[in-house]
């Protein structure tokens, strides 16, 4: 029987790739041509060196229609540093050698190298792009994917323009010193950030007391930092693809005087639900609709801010522009929306319980699973460095990429030994808000192999960091796949109990999604796209400190790999004999 | 006859290699296990990322017997950025895959891996070892390689004590943001250095007007910027082996009331000449002989200073400390050597001819040579790029190392076109003080291909800067080789009168040697050493713009290559069968 399924499901693959193949007659290869490399920017005023595409940051919004190729030759002009860029929400299928996961799909591109990305986009909806290499994306290495649907087609809502926007948090520090500081004994935390930046605009004061900052150095008048504008006309209806690549923060997104009607969550339509206030962590994406059917005589304030932590860094403000308004023509500072409150989780846990799929465009979850992986999230220490773990697991990268480890069988270069699929509940009582002071974590590269075509459900599991009656949240995002949200929980998970609320009627599904303070998250996935996929916390700083996973399923189904992918660790040497 | 000769020096070849099997039979193997990561240090009082060999900058000093085999296994921690060290000075016979040289003899090292340099120190004598990679050095990676000649063997000089000093010039700024500035349009020079260093100590003034610098930041208390002491007993001689790998500055070293006398250039032994003033330049190692004779009641300062750039960078200072004077007590104010004048290149001319080869340690250089090679260096803007050439050149590291396209002829890796004998008088007037305003330089990546065995002059001419009235001194090194200095001149080389008065009679040997400013400097080597060899300006940002060429001399001799060398460019998928 489990043969049988393990042979229909091959036999669905299959199909699957032919259908796929069908419908993509009509698509068009849609070429991007990008040189990467440090130059000075000041995008909150501050002028620092960052990693920019062609000259900006954020980099170029790729746009494409359902199921056209999209290939993107990307140079490697950063000098001495490495990079690889990861197509975030992109599931891959057929290539996942192009999923620009560092260390998981591919070795990082190497100075001096082009390395060509080259995937299909077989779903409508908003992406995401940055480097996934040590914590490179904070560097400046991201943009946005918006894929339309094919000509002739329509959405199942309407409206009359299209908008990206990616929210960021911005650190004047290099990753090169958060990550040296991280690594340190005793450890050095990399803080709250110094300004948020919609979509690359923010603003720092480069009066701070005590800084004294040099004009050549700040400087408050620098048009690189004009407060992010976005121009109107009034009486239509904008969609607004709004995404987070955070290093750290959870954030809050308003429009002064604007309702915002969710339709789509990281490429799924949402059952509509009309919000004055988005909350979004990083990692995901959403489309909301506005109308600009307010008072056409002036301009409105956007604005973003820090939840979850206790803020120190000022909102990001930007302008919703009525033309003809003047686009410098500051709205009322009266208007300003204020934060949100930065610890009341409630509004939050709403939002994420309110986000449903849309009638009509369910896609229906299996009713079970066939296996159940529990993973807890623990702050720990490690021969006295601090560290994230996973069920009592720190995870390292192994120097040889787990594809082409997987792929070649050069299985002596991770741990054979597999992850615990649970926590120790005997050690581990989540619903303490002591200090988690487990000293015995250990470091882990061990692979979760998955039954290929089978469901495979996902607790994310939170307790109490290391500091007393202090849980934090994390966004975890899936490679490869996009699960289903099946529910979320206060405190502990009871696997006898809890299922039975589980929404099995029109669950959302995502790749990203947050685990709240002291809750519990429910994910269901088919492991059903053969490959080897992160799954991770979207903070930076949390995944460089080992808090994620990597999934291994239908290993034997992937086509050779391509021979640009190797390079490091114990790939030297081996020939590779795919195309991209 | 010339493949008679061929077939001679080929024979020459294996029998030292016979011979040098030989003599190594008693010789040790020297294994050091470093790990290379990003840490904050405060070397000049201001705190910055530096990088470390376990945990410190200088890196451990490599200390041998000749014929010993060096092995260094080195980590890379440095998170998302490579390396590649070279051991400079070091002639790498029978290894050419491990001198070090990102993108000549190697790929870089990747974040992550281990990489075994393994090599034979067959000379004794003074040496270095840095980072070959971009700007990397600048960050701090460097040290120095001590050999000895074997138990019971002496050299032609006596003395008590035995002491390794790296003189650097520091910045504040990272290679990554200098390299960003020399790379932009319009150009960003990296200008003067905020500090000198001597082994690893310098000074910078916290309180410097204007900067506002937190105790945090820049701290004059700070143990780690305490001065540099060398503790001596009064009444011995000490051998002080003075290297400098600074990035740019040319240095002036004197001890207050001490004379130095010069003994050892570079790993050869000088005909032994008596200096208050030592001039170093970038790549360079001096052993002198100091006499602990002075009033033994007190200590004494020791200064370098900037000399051939009108300096704004302080002197670096140190103490020599006559046991048992306190360390920490300051010789009195007055007895800080004064500066040499900055732009009196004279005794500096002087220096260069006064180093000649021991008596008795004379090696006969050959009486003619079989090419000349002429390198004129200039300055040029190609397509608005500020760049360095050589006879109109510009030099770009290919993507795949040279020594493994040459010997796996991936001929298409890089120009077959070589680069020119010589320069083009008519078009360039070295005698002139006139901007360089010549627009038509390229940029290259061609090889000069020498006949194995086959004697090269190599003629190094100087000329003025894109600066009216400006010519700077530049230290050219040569990988693999030692060569003869056989002259210095001023003004335009003329191959005819010239090389009449070339000193065939004890040229002292150095493998880095400077071209003073509208002068030329004579050089003869063997290409002798199977391999590819870069020789360039040891400026660290001179070189970054393209002040190099690359030298291949009987490729079709090198051993196997190791496969650890491979994994950049087209190398990916090479399979590589040597051993280290």
């Known amino acids: 029987m489990a043969a049988e399924g393990s042979r229909i499901s091959i036999l669905c693959f299959f199909t699957t790739l032919l259908c796929f193949s069908l419908q993509t007659s009509e698509a068009k290869v849609r070429h991007y041509k990008w040189e990467v490399k440090y130059e000075f920017k000041s995008p909150d005023c501050y002028r620092k060196l960052v990693i920019t595409i062609n000259g900006g940051t954020p980099g170029p919004t790729i746009i494409a229609q359902q199921n056209d190729t999209v290939v993107v030759d990307v140079k490697n002009s950063l000098g001495t540093e490495n990079l690889a860029i990861h197509w975030h929400g992109i599931r891959q299928i057929g290539s996942p050698w192009a999923d620009g996961t560092e260390g998981v799909t591919q070795c990082p591109v190497l100075p001096g190298d082009t390395f060509r990305y080259k995937f299909v986009v077989d779903r409508p909806g908003t992406y995401l792009y940055h480097a996934h290499y040590g914590m490179q994306r904070e560097s400046g290495l991201y943009g946005s994917i918006r894929v339309s649907v094919p000509t002739g087609e329509s959405e199942p809502f309407a409206y009359d323009y299209d908008r990206s926007i990616i929210l960021n948090d911005w650190y004047h520090k290099t990753p090169y010193e958060q990550a040296a500081g991280l690594s340190a004994k005793p450890f050095v935390w990399v803080g709250e950030p110094q300004s948020l930046l919609i979509h690359g605009k923010g603003r720092f004061n480069c009066s701070t007391p005590g800084l004294g900052l040099e004009p050549a150095t700040c400087n408050n008048t620098n048009p690189e930092c004009s407060p992010y504008t976005m121009t109107v006309v009034p009486g239509k209806t ?45 990692g995901e994406t959403y489309s909301v609709l506005i109308r600009t059917d307010q008072n056409p005589t002036r301009n409105y304030w956007i604005a973003t801010n820090v939840v979850g932590r206790n803020r120190t860094t000022p909102p990001g403000i930007g302008v919703l522009n009525y033309y003809p308004n003047h686009p410098k023509r500051s709205p009322p500072p009266i208007n300003l929306p204020s934060a949100p409150i930065w610890d009341d989780r409630r509004p939050r846990v709403e939002q994420s319980r309110a986000i449903r799929a849309r009638p009509g465009h369910v896609h229906d979850p299996p009713r079970s699973s066939d296996r159940v992986i529990v993973t807890l999230n623990t702050q720990n220490e490690i021969d006295g460095f601090r560290r994230w773990s996973v069920n009592n697991v720190s995870f390292n990268l192994p120097h040889t990429p787990y594809l082409i480890g997987l792929k070649h069988k050069l299985l002596h270069t991770f741990s054979q030994i597999p992850p615990p699929e649970d926590y120790d509940r ?133 086509g050779d790999l391509p021979a640009a992918i190797g390079g490091c660790g114990e790939t030297k040497g081996l020939k590779l004999h795919g195309k991209p």
């Not at 429009?255 to 990281?266: C, K, L, R, S």
């Not at 075509?453 to 607790?459: A, K, M, R």
């Not at 999604?513 to 053969?530: I, M, Q």
């Open 238 to 282: 904008y969609r607004l693809r709004i995404g987070s690549l955070t290093a750290l923060s959870a954030l809050s997104f308003q429009i002064d005087g604007h309702n915002m009607t969710v339709v789509e969550a990281d490429g799924h339509y949402v059952d509509p639900f009309v919000v004055q206030t988005l909350y979004i962590y990083s």
């Open 426 to 558: 005997a050690r581990f009582d989540v619903t303490s808000r002591a200090r988690n002071s487990n000293p015995n974590a250990t470091v882990g590269d061990g692979v979760y192999r998955l039954k290929f075509g089978s469901t495979v459900d996902l607790i994310l599991q939170n307790g109490n960091t290391m500091v007393p009656n202090n849980s934090e949240t994390h966004p975890w995002h899936l490679h490869g796949h996009d699960f289903w949200v099946l529910g979320y929980g206060e405190g502990e998970f009871d696997p006898k109990r809890d299922p039975k609320g589980y929404n099995l009627v029109d669950p959302i599904m995502k790749n990203t999604v947050p685990v709240h303070p002291y809750g519990w998250t429910a994910l269901r996935f088919k492991a059903d796209n053969p490959g080897v996929w992160m799954f991770h916390c979207h903070i930076e700083s949390h995944f460089y400190m080992g808090m994620g996973v990597v999934f291994e399923e239908g290993i034997e189904m992937v």
